[in-house]
């Protein structure tokens, strides 16, 4: 079944760390988004791709980095995790005009 | 820029009534789509339905529709016969369309927290 993931879906841990938060679809999407989700439930579109070693920058400023080096992986990269980047990070892909949400990773930075 | 406003932070219904979610947008452009989605308390953002601007026929998707005045700027939510299960915050959503150089970003609004009661 097409869909679209999100690893890992909890995620607490220490300042200074680097992590990576995946997304992965099945859908063949070109179009791949990462939205921050703020605790009032605002979205905020960080980072987008049209396609493989595509990446651009969204509305919102991020300490964060993106790749696509395949069409079904976008990982999200936090090289020094802070307190300030607590927050949900949601995924989405779209192939037409549509866009498809991940589960989500609610990342939690001590 | 576009902008969406959602002017409800609250709403709530009883189980089985009618509910409508109020949704504005602002923008120059004469083709464009906008979107209901859903995200319950387990976070997974759900498309609810969506509303090409050029049809002028409103959306329906089951027990949810839209009424969609393009003049007005405006797309409410209808849901009808609520449940319990629709509890959500819903956003409503604008995205330009390919012709008016759209990069494929959707435009949120803040938001609309319903409740059902039993």
């Known amino acids: 079944e097409a869909d679209i993931y999100q690893t890992p879906r909890y995620l607490v841990i220490g300042t200074g760390k680097k992590i990576t938060l995946e997304c992965s679809q099945t859908?063949?999407?070109?179009?791949m988004y990462w939205y921050q989700q703020d605790p009032g439930m605002e979205l905020h579109l960080i980072h987008y791709?049209?396609?493989?070693?595509?990446?651009e920058k969204g509305d919102l400023s991020s300490e964060s980095t993106v790749s696509r080096i395949r069409t079904e992986h976008f990982p999200l990269t936090l090289e020094s995790a802070r307190p300030s980047h607590t927050s949900q990070y949601l995924c989405?892909?779209?192939?037409?005009?549509?866009?498809?949400f991940g589960p989500g990773t609610r990342l939690t930075v001590l | 820029a576009q902008t969406v406003t959602q002017s409800q932070p609250e709403m709530s219904v009883q189980e089985a009534e009618t509910v409508t979610l109020s949704c504005t947008y602002d923008?120059?452009?004469?083709?464009?789509?906008l979107f209901w989605y859903k995200q319950p308390p387990s976070r997974q953002m759900i498309l609810v339905i969506r509303?090409?601007?050029?049809?002028?026929q409103n959306a329906t998707e089951n027990r949810f529709s839209v009424n969609f005045q393009k003049a007005a700027k405006s797309f409410s939510l209808k849901i009808s016969d609520s449940q319990l299960g629709d509890a959500a915050m819903y956003f409503c959503?604008?995205?330009?369309?390919?012709?008016?150089?759209?990069?494929?970003?959707?435009?949120f609004g803040k938001g609309t927290l319903l409740t059902v009661n039993p």
């Open positions: 859908m063949g999407h070109d179009k």
């Open positions: 959503a604008y995205r330009s369309s390919p012709g008016w150089g759209s990069n494929y970003k959707l435009t």
């Open positions: 923008t120059s452009e004469s083709d464009y789509y």
């Open positions: 509303q090409e601007a050029y049809k002028q």
């Open positions: 989405a892909s779209g192939g037409g005009d549509t866009q498809y």
């Open positions: 791709s049209y396609g493989v070693n595509s990446t």
